[in-house]
């Protein structure tokens, strides 16, 4: 491969690791807001910007992350062979899965859910159930703690 075309790869895998940590760690803090809510408005404003967040930054950051780095693999000399790749794949994948299968419909139910509430004028029955629900806040953590994973073995190449 031409070393400036694999220079860019590497430059647009970087930004788009960038943009998939935008979504990931800044989303954190926006569902912590939301669940500090003091009025149905507010919780419904957090989870639309939640929703963008899921929607512009995490998914589509997370996947042109993955599949730049599996471009870039055999122009930096490396294989997936080599463990520090296959932990990386495997990580990113399990990402993908849990934002896109888990992750994204949960929020989609809960938006839906906070703004039917906010609409009514007081939290539903659905809206309580869905908010106190731990799994969604447990797995978006898990995928920030991966990001950080994965960038020490993007780093380091320990093994």
Known sequence: ?????????????????????????SGSIVRAQGRKAATP?????ALRIAWRLANVYSLPGGIVVGILGIGLLHPRG???????????????LAMLFNGIVYLRP??????????????????????TRLAAAKGPRIAAEINALAVVVITL????KPV
Request: glycine content about 8%; aromatic content about 12%; proline content about 3%.
């Open 153 to 156: 073995l993007m780093i380091f």
């Open 41 to 45: 408005g507010e919780r419904v404003l």
């Open 78 to 92: 490396w294989t997936f062979g080599a463990l520090w790749v296959q932990i990386s794949m495997t990580l990113w």
């Open 1 to 25: 491969m031409n070393p400036t075309v694999a220079t860019w790869m590497l430059f647009l895998h970087v930004l788009a690791a960038l943009w998939l940590a935008a979504g990931v760690f």
């Open 106 to 127: 949960a929020l989609k139910k809960l938006l839906a859910a906070a703004e039917a509430s906010a609409t009514a004028g007081g939290p539903s029955a659905e809206l």
